[in-house]
C-alpha cells in the first residue's frame, strides 16, 4: 500500500516535471530575442536597459542554472509576473478559474446525467432507439464544440432571445455554454457506460438476478451500472482533453470570461509565463481527475479494496 | 489512459447480410461525400462560377439565395465559394498534419518499444506525459512558439498528436515482438533492422491506418478550432475555421456566414470518421 502510494506520487511529480520543462524548452526555442519576448515584446532600444533587463530575468546565466532557478520557482508556485495583466500568473489564474469550473463541473453533471439515462434506456433493448442513439453519439463526437454553440446561440440567443448573448452575468448566462461543452461528453459518456451495461448483463450474475425475481430496472440500476461505471475508468484522459479544450471554445463562442480567454490572450500576445501556468495547471487538473477517479473505483468496486490491503 | 473514443469497440461484428460489405449504405453515403471533398479540392471552378475573393458591393451580408447559396459576408464575398475554395486548405492542412503525426508516431514508437532499455524508459515517460495534455493544448503552444499561419497550423496539429499514434503503435510491435515469425527470424539471424522493416513494421500497419482515417477528421477539426480561435489559418485566407472567425461578429445580423460553414466541416469531419469506422469493421472482418 505505501509503495503504491509513493509509486502514485512519483508519477504525479513525473508530469508536473515534464510539463514544466516541455514549457521551458519551448520557451528557449522561441526564435527572437529573448529580452523582447520576456518583457513582452517592449521596444528595448538601450543598451544599458537591455543589459538591466537579461540581467533582471537570469538570461546572462548559464541554461542550467536557468533551468534549475526556474524549476525552484516553479515548485513553489512561482510562475512570475504576467506581462499583459501586470499581475502574479497564480493570481491572473484563481481569477479566471473559478469561471470555468463553475462552467466544467456543470457540463460535467448534466453530461454524466444524461449518458446514465441514454445508457439504462439503451443498453441492450430497444433496438431502433438504441440506433438512433448510437448514431446520434457518434456525430456528437465528429461535431466540432463551435458549431454546437454556435447553433445553440442563434437559435435560442439571437432569434428567441432566451438567454443572453455573452457575458458571464447570472444563471441564464450559464445555460448555453453548460448545454455546449456537456454534449460532445455524453456522448462518449454514453457509448462507455452502454457498453460497460450491455457487458454487465450478459454475465452470469445478471441471470442469477433475475431468477430471483427483480425487475429489469432494478437490475440496471443496483446491479449493472455499478460494473459500468468502472469501464469508464480509462477515459480520464479522454475527459479531462475534452472538457478543457472544450471550455477554451466554449468560452470563445460565448464571449464568457474564463481559462479559455486567458488561454488564448496569452498564446496571442506570448505571455510565456501565463502560458507556462496554464500548461501546469492542466498538468495539475491530470494529476487530480486520476487521483479522484483511483478513490472513486475504490469506493465503487469492493473487490479493489481487497486486493490493495 | 485515455482509448480512442472514436474506435469502435465492441466485438467483431457477425455479418447478418452477406454480400461485399464495401457496398452497404452505411460505407458508401460517407464515402461519396469524402469524395465529393476530393473533387471540390481538385476542380472548385465546377461548383461555383464565383471567385473566393471576388467583393459583390451590392450585396454585402446578403442572406441565401440562388446566386450565393450560402449568402455573403461583410465584404460581400460569396462564402459558398470560400468555403468550397477553401477545403483545398483545410484538408490539406489535415492531411498533412495526419501524416506528420503517423510519421512522428511511428518513429517514437518504434522507438520506444525496441530502443535500448534506459532510452525506451525515458521515451514511454514522455509519451504518457504528452498523453496528459488535450491535443488542441498542445497545439496552441506549438503556436506560441511557431507563430500563426497555415504552415504552423499544420506542423502544430501534427506534432500535437504524435503521442496517440506512438501509443498505439508501440502496443503493436510490443504484440508483434512476440509472435512466432519474429522468434523465427531472430533464430535465423536476419539483422535486426531487416526484422524491424520486413515483419514488424509491415504488421503494425492496420490499427495505424485505421487510426490515420479517423485522424485526418480530427485533424481537420483540430485545425479549424485553431482558425476559429484565430491562432491559426487567419483572415482574409480562405480557409474553413477562418471563415467561422470572420462571420462571429456577425452573427446576430448575419447567422449564415458562421453557420453554414461550420456545417460543412461538422459534415465532413462526421464522413471522414464514419469512413474510418466502417474501414475499421472491414478490416478487422478481414483479419
Not at chain 1, 471550455?247 to 481559462?259: K, W
Not at chain 2, 458562421?258 to 469512413?275: D, G, M, N, R, Y
Amino acid at each position: 500500500m505505501l509503495w503504491t502510494g509513493i509509486q502514485r506520487l512519483f508519477t504525479i511529480l513525473a508530469v508536473l516535471w515534464g510539463a514544466a520543462t516541455l514549457t521551458f524548452v519551448a520557451l528557449k526555442l522561441i526564435p527572437g530575442d529573448p529580452v523582447s519576448i520576456l518583457s513582452g515584446g517592449a521596444n528595448v532600444v538601450d543598451d544599458a536597459f537591455r543589459a538591466q533587463l537579461t540581467h533582471e530575468f537570469g538570461l546572462d546565466q548559464p541554461l542550467w542554472l536557468q533551468y534549475l532557478h526556474y524549476l525552484g520557482h516553479a515548485l513553489i508556485g512561482n510562475f512570475g509576473q504576467s506581462y499583459q495583466y501586470r499581475e502574479p500568473v497564480i493570481a491572473v489564474i484563481f481569477s479566471a478559474l473559478k469561471q470555468t469550473l463553475v462552467l466544467a463541473v456543470g457540463a460535467l453533471v448534466l453530461a454524466l446525467a444524461l449518458a446514465v439515462l441514454n445508457a439504462l434506456a439503451t443498453a441492450g433493448r430497444w433496438r431502433y432507439l438504441r440506433t438512433f442513439f448510437t448514431g446520434l453519439e457518434l456525430c456528437l463526437l465528429s461535431t466540432p464544440v463551435y458549431w454546437l454553440g454556435i447553433i445553440l446561440l442563434s437559435l435560442f440567443s439571437f432569434k428567441m432571445h432566451w438567454f443572453p448573448v455573452m457575458g458571464n452575468e447570472g444563471w441564464q448566462s450559464l445555460v448555453l455554454p453548460i448545454i455546449t461543452l456537456s454534449l460532445p461528453l455524453a456522448a462518449i459518456l454514453s457509448q462507455i457506460l452502454r457498453d460497460g451495461l450491455e457487458e454487465a448483463l450478459s454475465q452470469p450474475f445478471a441471470l442469477t438476478v433475475r431468477t430471483r425475481g427483480a425487475g429489469e430496472t432494478r437490475l440496471r440500476l443496483r446491479h449493472g451500472l455499478r460494473h459500468a461505471t468502472l469501464a469508464a475508468s480509462t477515459l480520464t484522459g479522454t475527459m479531462l482533453a475534452n472538457v478543457l479544450s472544450g471550455s477554451i471554445l466554449t468560452e470563445t463562442v460565448f464571449g464568457r470570461a474564463g481559462i479559455g480567454k486567458i488561454t488564448l490572450q496569452a498564446i496571442a500576445s506570448r505571455d510565456m509565463p501565463l502560458v507556462l501556468g496554464i500548461v501546469m495547471l492542466s498538468a495539475l487538473l491530470f494529476v487530480i481527475i486520476n487521483l479522484v477517479v483511483d478513490a472513486a473505483y475504490l469506493l465503487i468496486d469492493p473487490r479493489l479494496r481487497k486486493r490493495s490491503s | 489512459m485515455s482509448s480512442n473514443p472514436l474506435l469502435v469497440r465492441t466485438h467483431p461484428p457477425v455479418s447478418r447480410r452477406g454480400g461485399n460489405p464495401w457496398l452497404l449504405p452505411k460505407t458508401l453515403i460517407p464515402a461519396a461525400f469524402v469524395l465529393l471533398l476530393i473533387v471540390t479540392v481538385i476542380a472548385p471552378q465546377w461548383f461555383t462560377p464565383l471567385k473566393p475573393d471576388d467583393m459583390d458591393m451590392d450585396a454585402v451580408l446578403s442572406a441565401p439565395t440562388l446566386r450565393h447559396l450560402f449568402g455573403t459576408d461583410s465584404l460581400g464575398r460569396d462564402v459558398f465559394s470560400r468555403v468550397i475554395y477553401g477545403s483545398a486548405l483545410s484538408l490539406s492542412i489535415g492531411l498533412g498534419a495526419t501524416l506528420i503525426a503517423c510519421v512522428g508516431g511511428m518513429a517514437l514508437g518504434l522507438l520506444s518499444a525496441l530502443a535500448p532499455r534506459a532510452l525506451r524508459r525515458v521515451l514511454v515517460r514522455l509519451l504518457d506525459i504528452l498523453l496528459a495534455f488535450p491535443e488542441l493544448l498542445l497545439a496552441l503552444l506549438v503556436i506560441a512558439v511557431l507563430g500563426r499561419g497555415p504552415t504552423n497550423t499544420l506542423i502544430a496539429v501534427g506534432l500535437a498528436g504524435i503521442a496517440s499514434y506512438a501509443r498505439l503503435l508501440r502496443s503493436q510491435v510490443l504484440q508483434v515482438k512476440l509472435s512466432g515469425y519474429v522468434e523465427h527470424s531472430v533464430a535465423l539471424g536476419e539483422s535486426p533492422l531487416r526484422i524491424i522493416f520486413r515483419h514488424i513494421l509491415p504488421n503494425t500497419l492496420r490499427p495505424l491506418l485505421i487510426l490515420a482515417t479517423l485522424g485526418i477528421g480530427q485533424s481537420v477539426l483540430t485545425a479549424s478550432s485553431l482558425s476559429f480561435l484565430g491562432l491559426g489559418v487567419v483572415p482574409p485566407t480562405a480557409e474553413w475555421g477562418a471563415l467561422l472567425a470572420d462571420g462571429r461578429d456577425y452573427l446576430d445580423v448575419a447567422p449564415w456566414i458562421s453557420l453554414l460553414p461550420a456545417t460543412v466541416v461538422a459534415l465532413s469531419v462526421i464522413a471522414l470518421t464514419l469512413l474510418g469506422r466502417r474501414l475499421q469493421t472491414i478490416l478487422a472482418k478481414g483479419a
